[in-house]
């Protein structure tokens, strides 16, 4: 069976850092597309930032340009977003999704949430001071 696990959320002030994780079970990321998505109350789940193993083809938000990362682990099976300078608009929450992708896909597509097979529960974000 195959399942995310999402953590590594909390509260911090803005300009601050934190790192969230995305474990995988049940398959490994080769071959997969990662999504983090994030969704506020009242909004719409929006694509943050989207990676592909298969080709490196990447997604990012212009929101998050320049401060948010994505790196893996494959010994955990884990893949990491990392995200500096916060700020009060990033405050969401924060979920991973995987997409089986052997072959490659368009980048504006990765931003989609209906192409994506898998889903973690989510993790809380808020940016506050």
């Known amino acids: 069976q195959k399942q995310l696990v999402e953590s590594g959320g909390g509260l911090v002030q803005p300009g601050g850092s934190l790192r969230l994780s995305c474990a995988a079970s049940?398959?490994?990321?080769?071959?997969?597309?990662i999504g983090w998505f994030r969704q506020a109350p009242g909004k719409e789940r929006a694509g943050v930032l989207s990676f592909s193993f298969s080709d490196n083809n990447t997604y990012f938000a212009d929101s998050v340009k320049g401060r948010f990362t994505i790196s893996r682990d494959n010994a955990k099976n884990t893949v990491y977003l990392q995200m500096n300078s916060l700020k009060p608009d990033d405050t969401a929450v924060y979920l991973c999704?995987?997409?089986?992708?052997?072959?490659?896909?368009?980048?504006?597509?990765?931003?989609?949430?209906?192409?994506?097979?898998?889903w973690g529960q989510g993790t809380q974000v808020t940016v506050s001071s």
């Open positions: 999704a995987a997409r089986f992708s052997p072959t490659s896909l368009a980048t504006m597509i990765l931003k989609e949430p209906s192409i994506y097979h898998y």
């Open positions: 049940g398959f490994t990321w080769d071959d997969y597309i």
